[in-house]
């Protein structure tokens, strides 16, 4: 990768008293882990438009569509303020090459899902944060997600590897692309665009196969779209499994009978949940190498991230 892996994170995780409190919410595993990897951009909605630290609570009331943020004790409606402070945000994160966000949940600023929202004295967990949903409007490819979903081991997987995906797309786009290297960069991407969603790896097929007919400008756009549209979709087992046999067809008549069928076994194993993925993919790897498998070598789907983060041990 040429530039560094960059995202945006809310400031109170990176332990920055921030809070309405005064206090933070540090989250370890994304600065000591993360933190080895990605550069961080903090971002507190709260303090940023201009409210002090310690500050009143607040909360979001009215139409989840289109909630008012309240403070709880004085009901002072910081709507606007907040919603100014919004636009011109986005705006200024639209330089900042983000690959990525993390979002403190439940806030009524920042919480990406499951917001509540206050009608009538009744809580309901159907709403977005007022800057988590000007993100979201502004940048729809970006890979973004809640602290507290990145306990769950395949949110996290696909987190990361979006994240990942998207700084390999920017980098490709910088240097100059035309039609056969974007074929080359959909060429390496194939298995891991497979594992996400059939359906789109065809659409991208064909997309690809007509790519000369189109300006790039049009191209590019549509691409892009469509690859982080297609990564957004978890790669279940069951998706996994095709591909992990779609693997080892490029060498099935290389393999010696033991071979072959410790390699069907183990990714048996996998299917039945026994085993996580890193464990057909590690031997797939050695076989690759063994019989100098060229077009797999290349494929993204391999090594999606650093493997210190050790993602697939737990999928």
């Given at each position: 990768?040429?530039?560094?892996?960059?995202?945006?994170?809310?400031?109170?995780?990176?332990?920055?008293?921030?809070?309405?409190?005064?206090?933070?919410?540090?989250?370890?595993?994304?600065?000591?882990?993360?933190?080895?990897?990605?550069?961080?951009?903090?971002?507190?909605?709260?303090?940023?438009?201009?409210?002090?630290?310690?500050?009143?609570?607040?909360?979001?009331?009215?139409?989840?569509?289109?909630?008012?943020?309240?403070?709880?004790?004085?009901?002072?409606?910081?709507?606007?303020?907040?919603?100014?402070?919004?636009?011109?945000?986005?705006?200024?994160?639209?330089?900042?090459?983000?690959?990525?966000?993390?979002?403190?949940?439940?806030?009524?600023?920042?919480?990406?899902?499951?917001?509540?929202?206050?009608?009538?004295?009744?809580?309901?967990?159907?709403?977005?944060?007022?800057?988590?949903?000007?993100?979201?409007?502004?940048?729809?490819?970006?890979?973004?997600?809640?602290?507290?979903?990145?306990?769950?081991?395949?949110?996290?997987?696909?987190?990361?590897?979006?994240?990942?995906?998207?700084?390999?797309?920017?980098?490709?786009?910088?240097?100059?692309?035309?039609?056969?290297?974007?074929?080359?960069?959909?060429?390496?991407?194939?298995?891991?665009?497979?594992?996400?969603?059939?359906?789109?790896?065809?659409?991208?097929?064909?997309?690809?196969?007509?790519?000369?007919?189109l300006e790039l400008r049009d191209l590019l756009p549509r691409y892009e779209e469509l690859f982080m549209r297609g990564l957004a979709l978890h790669a279940t087992v069951k998706k996994n499994t095709n591909v992990l046999q779609h693997i080892m067809g490029?060498?099935?008549?290389?393999?010696?009978?033991?071979?072959?069928?410790?390699?069907?076994?183990?990714?048996?194993?996998?299917?039945?949940?026994?085993?996580?993925?890193?464990?057909?993919?590690?031997?797939?790897?050695?076989?690759?190498?063994?019989?100098?498998?060229?077009?797999?070598?290349?494929?993204?789907?391999?090594?999606?991230?650093?493997?210190?983060?050790?993602?697939?041990?737990?999928?």
């Amino acid at each position: 990768m040429t530039q560094p892996v960059k995202i945006g994170v809310s400031a109170c995780l990176l332990g920055e008293h921030v809070r309405y409190d005064g206090g933070h919410k540090h989250d370890r595993y994304i600065t000591d882990t993360l933190g080895e990897y990605f550069t961080f951009l903090p971002v507190c909605p709260e303090a940023e438009c201009g409210l002090p630290i310690p500050r009143e609570a607040m909360r979001l009331e009215g139409d989840p569509l289109a909630p008012r943020l309240m403070t709880r004790q004085t009901r002072v409606d910081k709507t606007e303020q907040m919603l100014t402070y919004c636009s011109a945000k986005v705006s200024e994160l639209a330089n900042e090459e983000l690959c990525g966000f993390i979002f403190k949940k439940d806030s009524p600023s920042s919480g990406l899902f499951r917001v509540k929202v206050y009608n009538n004295g009744q809580a309901r967990k159907v709403g977005s944060g007022l800057f988590a949903s000007a993100m979201a409007r502004r940048f729809v490819l970006l890979p973004m997600e809640e602290e507290g979903r990145l306990n769950d081991p395949a949110i996290r997987e696909n987190f990361i590897e979006r994240v990942f995906s998207y700084r390999r797309w920017k980098d490709f786009v910088a240097l100059h692309p035309t039609v056969g290297r974007l074929v080359e960069f959909h060429t390496d991407n194939k298995l891991l665009l497979m594992a996400h969603s059939p359906q789109i790896y065809r659409e991208m097929g064909a997309l690809v196969a007509h790519a000369s007919e189109l300006e790039l400008r049009d191209l590019l756009p549509r691409y892009e779209e469509l690859f982080m549209r297609g990564l957004a979709l978890h790669a279940t087992v069951k998706k996994n499994t095709n591909v992990l046999q779609h693997i080892m067809g490029y060498f099935k008549q290389q393999l010696s009978s033991g071979e072959k069928a410790e390699l069907l076994e183990v990714i048996g194993q996998y299917h039945d949940h026994l085993l996580p993925l890193i464990v057909p993919l590690t031997l797939l790897r050695h076989y690759i190498g063994k019989y100098d498998q060229q077009y797999l070598k290349r494929q993204a789907y391999l090594s999606p991230h650093p493997s210190q983060l050790m993602l697939r041990n737990h999928v």
